[in-house]
């Protein structure tokens, strides 16, 4: 079964970021249609702080979805562009660069790490304003946060929703991180996946797992979903930590998610789809 979801006609063109060519012909995938409007580019997706539905961290500001993927309307008035966005219970965290409607007391270039505790409509600095972009955040079960910025290859983390930062001790190249349960940090390499059980102090290669590009955990952290090669998406869970293939993605791929439930959510040339579990 598959379900495609349309998104209005300011939300469907997507462009591309990290991954090119066609989907694998495996079902479930999403849709074949390319999309035929200008939408802001999909960083991230994440839960929402009211546990309804999910936000996207996009080019342009933040914008609502619900959980079976119906795309909804900005949130709040601040188009800044979220490279970097996660969630710890009520709290967003986010980094990127300012834009329209953004207040210059966020940074001006940089955005370092702002914080909102409205859902997304207002934000304050907490760090490194105006100094550094976070291109990757993630945020473990505990609450920690993990993330790298663009100057260096350093993993840093903060246990008081961003406001200090320090280096975990490790250094390399990510294209994303996530937390599972257990509290692994798991991250997307140009080498392929490598793994931390030391909090980020060292990584190391996980055997016998597919490379992926975008990765992402479910809300209670219990799922992993990520996108690798030839568009294909692939799954495990804590208690089954086999990687399987879960279907695979139209064209270009910018942001996915699941949900607790196991229903993936994918940003990608059809725009906005669901994935219902299987």
């Not at 200008?38 to 991230?44: E, Q, Y």
């Not at 370092?112 to 409205?118: F, H, L, Q, T, Y």
């Not at 991180?177 to 030391?198: E, F, K, Q, Y």
């Amino acid at each position: 079964m598959r379900i495609h979801l349309r998104a209005t006609a300011s939300f469907v063109a997507l462009t591309s970021l990290l991954l090119t060519g066609c989907a694998a012909a495996e079902p479930p995938s999403t849709g074949s249609d390319h999309a035929d409007a200008a939408m802001p580019h999909v960083h991230t997706i994440v839960p929402a702080p009211d546990d309804d539905g999910f936000l996207l961290g996009t080019h342009e500001g933040l914008y609502a979805a619900t959980t079976d993927g119906q795309l909804g309307s900005r949130v709040g008035s601040y188009g800044f562009d979220a490279m970097g966005l996660t969630a710890v219970d009520d709290t967003l965290i986010a980094s990127g660069h300012p834009g329209r409607g953004t207040p210059e007391e966020l940074g001006e270039g940089n955005l370092g790490i702002i914080r909102s505790s409205d859902g997304g409509m207002t934000w304050e600095p907490v760090a490194f304003t105006g100094e550094k972009d976070f291109h990757v955040l993630t945020a473990g079960p505990d609450g920690t946060l993990y993330g790298q910025e663009t100057g260096d290859g350093l993993i840093l983390a903060s246990t008081d929703l961003g406001a200090t930062w320090a280096p975990t001790g490790a250094t390399l190249l990510v294209f994303g991180l996530t937390v599972d349960a257990t509290g692994r940090i798991i991250a997307a390499t140009p080498d392929g996946l490598r793994v931390s059980t030391d909090r980020g102090a060292t990584f190391g290669p996980v055997p016998d797992t597919p490379s992926l590009f975008v990765i992402a955990s479910s809300p209670n952290h219990e799922r992993l979903i990520g996108v690798g090669t030839k568009g294909a998406i692939w799954s495990s869970t804590t208690d089954d930590p086999v990687w399987r293939s879960a279907g695979s993605v139209h064209g270009t791929v910018q942001a996915i998610t699941v949900t607790d439930a196991g229903d993936i959510l994918v940003v990608d040339d059809s725009g906005l789809s669901l994935l219902p579990a299987t």
